[in-house]
């Protein structure tokens, strides 16, 4: 499939009751695209010129994942076959088909596909009712996630003190994020320890800043000074102040990644960021929860991204999380 192929529609999946919010991203970024059809979880648009390709790399942080629209069927299959045949209209195989179903409220993928690899065409397959299915086409890179509505089937960990384990795992994996043991976090609003634990478990050391007191199963990995030699590897120091009288000194050197899950405005943790990325300038990576009061918040974020971008971050994203509808992963790097 050549990479002119166009459709007169595209369509997005999005977290059912986020389609005002999808919208309204729309139409605050001029994009000139108008709403052709609507379900729970899923949108489609129009525009005067047909879309090409290049349209699905557009970031709305609404869509969970966005693809040109070859039109809807009664019945799975059917729209399996609209697939196939656009790709034999083209001369190119369709290895990939992922399904999504709109499924007791939500909007989520059918278990058992195989992930897509960078480059590769991908067909979606989106159930929204008993006979309608509709069939779509992208191909697949880093502006798009693995799985079809977002969601990567996530289960909690049995240990984890939090839901914001899955927080973090979930962007993690939406975004391809790659840690290493080299790396260290500093997290703030990091009690009672989901985002500490799951960080522990992938090998990442953390700084958690909070004055709350963290679960045992974090406190197991704690040492008791920042600049203590650890026996264990990863490690976590717990640094028990509100964020707003970290020093220089209680981070120390060499922190990598700043973390937030605070409870706090966009622009309160924002100003948070910037101090301590000013601390400690070999932060490259900035990863934070915004907790909106209301999901249409989402339209104020190029003010966000220029505040970013004024700290010298470059690649930045903006992702609704599924496990929260009002959640949002901010991702900054350097």
Same mark, same amino acid.
């Given at each position: ?6 459709s007169t529609?595209?369509f997005?999946?999005?977290?059912p009751?986020s389609?005002?919010?999808?919208k309204?991203?729309v =139409?605050t970024?001029?994009l000139g695209w108008?709403?052709?059809?609507q379900r $729970?979880?899923f ?5 005067d010129? /047909?879309?090409?390709?290049s349209?699905?790399d557009t #970031?709305?942080?609404c869509?969970?994942?966005l693809?040109?629209s ?6 799975? %299959?059917?729209a399996?076959?609209l ?5 034999a209209?083209?001369g ?7 399904q999504a *179903?709109?499924f007791e409220?939500?909007m989520?993928g059918?278990p058992?596909? #195989?992930l897509p690899?960078t ?6 397959v989106v %159930?929204?009712g008993?006979?309608?299915?509709w069939a779509?086409?992208? *191909? ?8 079809p /509505?977002?969601d990567?089937?996530? +289960?909690?960990? /049995?240990d984890?003190?939090?839901r914001?384990?899955l927080?973090?795992e =979930?962007?993690a $994996?939406?975004?391809?994020l790659?840690f ?6 500093v997290?703030?609003g990091c ?10 478990n *992938?090998?990442?050391s953390v700084?958690g800043?909070? #004055?709350a007191? &963290?679960?045992d199963?974090v406190?197991?990995?704690a ?7 650890s026996?264990?590897?990863p490690w ?5 102040k #509100? /964020?707003a ?10 922190v990598?990644w700043f &973390?937030?899950?605070m409870?706090q405005s966009?622009? +309160?943790?924002l100003?948070e960021?910037?101090r301590?990325c $000013? &601390? ?5 990576g900035?990863l934070?929860t915004?907790?909106l009061?209301?999901?249409?918040q989402?339209?104020e974020?190029s003010?966000?991204? =220029?505040?970013l971008?004024? &700290?010298?971050? %470059?690649?930045? *994203?903006?992702?609704q999380?599924a496990v ?6 901010l991702l900054?790097l350097?």
């Amino acid at each position: 499939m050549s990479a002119d192929f166009q459709s007169t529609y595209l369509f997005a999946l999005a977290n059912p009751g986020s389609e005002k919010a999808l919208k309204l991203e729309v =139409e605050t970024m001029r994009l000139g695209w108008r709403l052709s059809y609507q379900r $729970r979880g899923f949108v489609t648009f129009k525009a005067d010129a /047909a879309f090409g390709i290049s349209a699905l790399d557009t #970031p709305l942080a609404c869509a969970r994942r966005l693809c040109l629209s070859l039109g809807k069927a009664a019945t799975r %299959e059917g729209a399996i076959d609209l697939i196939h045949q656009a790709g034999a209209d083209h001369g190119v195989d369709i290895p990939l088909i992922q399904q999504a *179903r709109y499924f007791e409220r939500k909007m989520e993928g059918i278990p058992g596909d #195989p992930l897509p690899i960078t480059g590769q065409w991908v067909g979606t397959v989106v %159930e929204v009712g008993e006979t309608e299915f509709w069939a779509g086409l992208h *191909r697949h890179g880093p502006s798009h996630s693995a799985y079809p /509505a977002g969601d990567s089937g996530l +289960v909690m960990s /049995a240990d984890s003190p939090s839901r914001a384990w899955l927080k973090l795992e =979930e962007a993690a $994996r939406f975004f391809d994020l790659d840690f290493t043991p080299e790396d260290i976090v500093v997290e703030l609003g990091c009690a009672p320890g989901g985002v500490v634990l799951a960080l522990l478990n *992938r090998g990442v050391s953390v700084i958690g800043v909070d #004055p709350a007191k &963290m679960a045992d199963v974090v406190m197991k990995s704690a040492i008791a000074t920042r600049d203590a030699e650890s026996v264990r590897e990863p490690w976590f120091y717990h640094c028990r102040k #509100p /964020a707003a009288l970290v020093s220089k000194r209680d981070l120390g050197k060499d922190v990598t990644w700043f &973390m937030s899950d605070m409870n706090q405005s966009p622009e +309160v943790v924002l100003k948070e960021c910037a101090r301590f990325c $000013r &601390m400690t300038p070999s932060i490259r990576g900035v990863l934070i929860t915004l907790k909106l009061t209301e999901i249409t918040q989402v339209a104020e974020k190029s003010a966000w991204f =220029e505040t970013l971008r004024e &700290m010298g971050f %470059e690649t930045i *994203r903006l992702q609704q999380l599924a496990v929260h509808h009002k959640e949002f992963a901010l991702l900054a790097l350097r």
